[in-house]
């Protein structure tokens, strides 16, 4: 996570600037790489961060209101988001391997609380594509009958709402009565739609704020603004992986 100098977590609400950072993991090197226009590619590591938590320094945030441990990660990362985000005092941020952080939404299993780690509020975010047409389609018929100026591609407004998993395939909005979902062999289950809010507004590749595709969402979906589904890992960290293409079943 990324925080100002004082410790609070940054956000695109309040810095469009992080659009631009683009992250992606070297599973070979076991390596973060940061990437942002006209910047050279920054390396953090990914070794077990309980053999540095000595050398570290221990720092308490806010995610969400949950008070959050963590390390930073150094002097070489901040300064190199300070520069990229022309921001004094920026830091990187990594949840500590003792914080015990839970979800608070819904759980079939009062007692098997989900840890979550520094997300919003769920470790999975699932996106249907063809919800996102039918949102497109929403937002076509308003700009013709002048309710609206804006106009995005398909793959714009999927980018909008930054799902971890983006499905297609279904009925649009399907995907809310859905409680149990296996994904190639890896079984989820649904906490609920997500809630959005003026983040949607936010053009991932530009960072640039608009009206919609919120305006439309609240009209025809109501105040709450629901817009795909939370979900819950139910497996270990040994069992496959999922895999782009992979065949999804749902109950």
């Not at 969402?217 to 795909?228: D, E, M, Q, S, Y």
């Amino acid at each position: 996570m990324v925080v100002t100098e004082s410790g609070i977590a940054m956000s695109q609400k309040r810095e469009g600037r992080l659009c631009h950072l683009k992250s992606s993991i070297d599973l070979n090197n076991n390596r973060l790489l940061l990437d942002f226009p006209e910047m050279e590619t920054m390396s953090v590591s990914l070794d077990t961060m309980s053999q540095h938590e000595t050398e570290a320094s221990l720092c308490s945030s806010k995610v969400c209101g949950d008070r959050v441990q963590s390390y930073d990660c150094g002097n070489e990362v901040g300064d190199w988001l300070s520069e990229a985000l022309c921001r004094p005092g920026c830091r990187l941020i990594r949840q500590a391997t003792g914080d015990n952080r839970v979800t608070k939404l819904k759980n079939d299993d009062a007692e098997d609380k989900s840890r979550l780690s520094l997300a919003n509020e769920s470790q999975y975010l699932l996106i249907c594509r063809d919800s996102v047409t039918a949102l497109q389609q929403k937002i076509l018929k308003r700009r013709e009958e002048g309710d609206t100026q804006d106009c995005f591609d398909i793959d714009n407004l999927v980018d909008r709402f930054r799902g971890n998993l983006v499905v297609s395939g279904c009925d649009p909005f399907e995907e809310e009565s859905w409680t149990s979902i296996k994904i190639g062999k890896l079984h989820f289950k649904s906490q609920g739609t997500c809630t959005r809010c003026q983040m949607v507004c936010l053009d991932q590749q530009t960072g640039e704020k608009s009206k919609e595709p919120l305006k439309t969402l609240a009209v025809w979906r109501g105040t709450k603004v629901p817009f795909g589904i939370h979900l819950r890992g139910c497996f270990s960290a040994t069992q496959p992986m999922i895999r782009v293409g992979d065949p999804i079943f749902i109950s």
